[in-house]
């Protein structure tokens, strides 16, 4: 093992909340901060390949560089392949550009210190709107915010929103507007132009020159280092070799499958699954990986003629009671490389979902990908509601459309997800993982900042979200690291 070194602020993952964390906490001259990324990264803008940055084109198909990918059960019956970003900027710079805020309810769910009031001024921080100003926006942010316009959008698209508004369906043109309650409108997208920008992009990169900032990429942590109960510091597989890093503070940003996966590997978590694995505990977190939530999403596929590859996977969508529906604009095998070849679909989202799944390591190797258990439609709730969403759907094209022709259940025939996993490692009272400062309970110097934290899934996708959260986490940060 090569010569320690030692700095104030260590965040583990270059993924949405790993740059953003890095850009902030270095703005303070006084901290040395080390961002670990274990995927590919980039020493300027001018290096990012156009196919991160493309927003017609979704890198995330065989053998992308940019993905990591685990297996996971949606439900016993019905495994999947889940791909995710591993790469500066994470899964925000593989993904669909969708960013709509989380809605204020969904903040009921968090502690009292994330209140809606709370977190608005981050969300204005973060972001520069070029379509709706006022009180409830920014327009000085890194993040530029868009909305693909009516003349400009794909004619399934066009087809979509005038179906949802003969149906009775209100316009809906601002997402992300606080007092937004629901209908057919323009998703914000973290898009201007055909430029995807990720946090990467938006925060990390403009601060390279600080000297008090490095990132240093293909850097595996293999765990957490600790003195009793306080985290020192990480172990990194790197060129070869393994070196400590020692740090007053370290920050896990590696994602709601990653992040609970590290804690475990480092002796934090259930104390009996540990030990099967052969893992020294450092503390019994019988929550870390558990109570995980998702968006489940049945496709409802249809026949139209090929129209070329739109300027977004997702341009509008319908929110209707605790359902997402999603036009996507075009067949997947238009804008994934290398998918498979198929029709285009409606996706039915369950936003408020019951169920509940888990997370567990499948063995002590760190390559070894954890085992990810959904659990999707096991609440009977959630099974009505995507039934009641199909219909909707098949009304909305003017007939019931199966889903799932010869299967002997209609809904696992076409069972996805939407790639939203939240809660690994969640902020709450009592015997939460974190506290509502997203520091580790019952561990000092050691925080998770990422989706693992949110109390359980919002009702919108996350990407946004998670980018408010690393802004207001990087702040109760500053005040603690040096």
Known sequence: ??????????????????????????????????????????????????????????????????????????????????????????????????????????????????????????????????????????????????????????????????????????????????????????????????????????????????????????STVLSVTFDGTRATGVLVARRGGVERV?????????????????????????????????ISVVLDHPRVGREISDHPEVGVYYSFPDTGRPASLLEAVLHVDDLEIRPYSAAFDRMIPFHPIGDPMIGVGLMKPESRGSLSLRSNDPADAPIVRYRYLEAASDRAALAGGVDLVGDMLGGVVPIAPGSGDPLLGRLGTSLHLSGSCAMGQGNSVLDDECRVRGIDGLRVVDTSAFPVVPTRGPHATAIMLAERASDLVRGTVA
Request: net charge negative; glycine share 10%.
């Open 246 to 278: 020692a740090a007053n503070t370290v920050i896990l940003c590696s994602g709601a499958v990653r992040t609970p996966q590290l804690l475990m590997l480092s002796g934090v978590g259930p104390s009996e699954e540990l030990r099967l694995h052969g």
């Open 1 to 218: 093992m090569s010569r320690v070194r030692h700095v104030d602020a260590l965040v583990v993952g270059g993924g949405s909340c790993g740059c953003v964390m890095a850009a902030r906490l270095s703005e303070d001259p006084s901290l040395e901060v080390l961002l670990l990324e274990s995927g590919p990264g980039f020493a300027s803008l001018g290096d990012v390949p156009s196919e991160v940055t493309d927003s017609r084109l979704l890198p995330v198909g065989p053998s992308s560089p940019w993905v990591d990918t685990y297996p996971a059960e949606l439900t016993p019956s019905t495994p999947r392949v889940i791909a995710r970003g591993r790469v500066l900027g994470g899964s925000g710079a593989v993904n669909g550009g969708y960013f709509i805020r989380a809605r204020p309810s969904d903040f009921d769910a968090w502690p009292a210190s994330w209140s809606f009031a709370d977190v608005l001024p981050y969300f204005r921080r973060l972001e520069s709107d070029v379509d709706f100003t006022g009180s409830a926006h920014g327009d000085a942010g890194p993040m530029p915010v868009s909305r693909v316009a009516a003349g400009a959008r794909a004619p399934i698209t066009d087809m979509f929103v005038d179906a949802a508004r003969r149906a009775g369906f209100a316009a809906d043109d601002d997402k992300n507007a606080p007092d937004s309650v629901g209908g057919v409108g323009a998703v914000p997208r973290n898009v201007i132009g055909d430029i995807r920008t990720n946090s990467a992009l938006a925060y990390l990169l403009p601060a390279l020159s600080r000297p008090n900032l490095t990132v240093e990429d293909r």
